[in-house]
T-cell receptor
Framework: AQSVTQLGSHVSVSEGALVLLRCNYS??????LFWYVQYPNQGLQLLLKYTSAATLVKGINGFEAEFKKSETSFHLTKPSAHMSDAAEYFCAVSEGGYSTLTFGKGTMLLVSP | DAGVIQSPRHEVTEMGQEVTLRCKPISGHNSLFWYRQTMMRGLELLIY????????DSGMPEDRFSAKMPNASFSTLKIQPSEPRDSAVYFC?????????????FGPGTRLTVL
């Protein structure tokens, strides 16, 4: 069965600092991996997705994630945080692309001036 | 495009009452998903439809929950009777091609409170 673990329910950074949100997955077949962002009182929006092509995936708003099979990880990074990045971020997995998405519990990103 | 539309945005009801949540997917999208989000359990898939047909309803918690998609532009999620533990934010999402890897476009959600 597929599953996702997001380490840290809350991450705090200063504006301009590196953002690192951690995601580890479990999948019995090659996974497809996604990061979604949820702003307050809104639905989720896709940031980026990995579908077995390049292991380094670039998304919107300057975010990127790297698929590391040996570590079963798909961590999300951004070199320099902006105040507007404050939101909740969800990692999700689909086994081989043939199953519906399983989401992690989410990580709330807090950005201070 | 208007995006996925959900109504109502907020619903407060008393235990035992029937609740109906509504969703209008993006025009032309072939798949529709209903999710429930709570602090304890996170985001859970309840059911999804492809071309108006329910494909996987294994996430529906119990018989009190039912979902329909009578046409390509409308879906409902009904809870009867409602219970306090049903309090959550319910999201509807749709995808263009009906593939599970397609980007899911989420509505703003309905915040349900059952007293």
């Amino acid at each position: 069965a597929q599953s996702v673990t997001q380490l840290g329910s809350h991450v705090s950074v200063s504006e301009g600092a590196l953002v690192l949100l951690r995601c580890n997955y479990s999948s019995s077949v090659p996974p497809y991996l996604f990061w979604y962002v949820q702003y307050p009182n809104q639905g989720l929006q896709l940031l980026l997705k990995y579908t077995s092509a390049a292991t380094l995936v670039k998304g919107i708003n300057g975010f990127e994630a790297e698929f590391k099979k040996s570590e079963t990880s798909f961590h999300l990074t951004k070199p320099s945080a902006h105040m507007s990045d404050a939101a909740e971020y969800f990692c999700a997995v689909s086994e081989g692309g043939y199953s519906t998405l399983t989401f992690g519990k989410g990580t709330m990103l807090l950005v201070s001036p | 495009d208007a995006g996925v539309i959900q109504s109502p945005r907020h619903e407060v009801t008393e235990m035992g009452q029937e609740v109906t949540l509504r969703c209008k997917p993006i025009s032309g999208h072939n798949s529709l998903f209903w999710y429930r989000q709570t602090m304890m359990r996170g985001l859970e898939l309840l059911i999804y439809f492809n071309n108006n047909v329910p494909i996987d309803d294994s996430g529906m918690p119990e018989d009190r929950f039912s979902a329909k998609m009578p046409n390509a532009s409308f879906s409902t999620l009904k809870i009867q009777p409602s219970e306090p533990r049903d309090s959550a934010v319910y999201f509807c999402a749709s995808t263009l091609k009906g593939l599970l890897l397609d980007t899911q476009y989420f509505g703003p959600g309905t915040r349900l409170t059952v007293l």
